[in-house]
């Protein structure tokens, strides 16, 4: 089932979606919204697959909200007015109701919706899974982020940062993070021995350590990441290893 969400300020517009949604029996109402204050407060304790945002409303529109949302879901823009089409393609909606539209309309966009979940579906967050361990040739992984599957080799992630239940991958290089729906247990899972976590939000690669710093790692002039207490131990035992000469 693709769990969705239906957004609109009016009443009757709102009404006719939701009732849309049920005649789709790959379709699951997971919560209607009258504003996209409202929907924002939805998520941010609960996610969906999908989101039927209608553009024109007050206080903040859907174009707004879906683009303040870190890693939107799949998108449906439904409005009145046709100029908005271009611009919801450039957000990369899957695509875009023009009121009035009729249950066949609907279907037609919902089947979109259902074949862009299923493609996103075939591969797992970290591409085809396999119990053969990594070797120095085979140093990457598959992370899917926004609607793209990336490759992304092991030894150029810098580190890793958990936000609910994204992650940020700070890549060698680059300015911008990659962001994945995925849990830390499961990353921390799949790295090789040269990562380890510091802190319930940070993994770190070991390898990119510039400064120890009381209880925090420099990993550049810019980013110092904290040690937590459950895990400061463990990071010792580590320094221990490798450190040489007194202290």
Request: net charge negative; aromatic share 10%; proline share 5%.
């Amino acid at each position: 089932m693709i769990r969705c969400l239906a957004i609109d300020d009016e009443p009757l517009a709102l009404q006719q979606l939701v009732a849309y949604i049920s005649k789709m029996p790959f379709l699951e109402l997971a919560a209607q919204c009258q504003s996209a204050l409202e929907a924002r407060a939805f998520l941010e304790h609960d996610t969906v697959d999908a989101i039927f945002c209608d553009i024109n409303m007050p206080d903040l529109n859907g174009m707004d909200f879906v683009k303040s949302l870190v890693v939107p879901p799949l998108i449906v823009f439904t409005t009145a007015y046709s100029e908005y089409a271009v611009e919801g393609f450039r957000v990369n909606a899957v695509d875009y109701l023009l009121k009035p539209f009729g249950l066949q309309e609907f279907q037609r966009t919902a089947n979109r919706v259902r074949e862009r979940f299923e493609m996103k579906g075939n591969v797992s967050a970290f591409g085809p899974v396999t119990s053969t361990p990594l070797t120095p040739q085979d140093d990457t992984i598959f992370l899917k982020t926004d609607y793209r599957i990336v490759k992304v080799c092991l030894s150029d992630i810098r580190y890793i940062e958990g936000m609910s239940e994204y992650l940020k991958i700070w890549i060698e290089g680059e300015s911008k993070p990659i962001i994945t729906l995925l849990s830390m247990k499961k990353m921390e899972e799949r790295l090789p021995d040269f990562f380890m976590r510091i802190h319930r939000s940070y993994i770190v690669n070991l390898t990119k350590i510039q400064e120890v710093n009381k209880n925090r790692v420099l990993m550049d002039a810019d980013t110092y990441l904290p040690v937590g207490e459950l895990y400061k131990d463990a990071f010792q035992n580590y320094l221990d290893t490798r450190f040489i000469g007194k202290l």
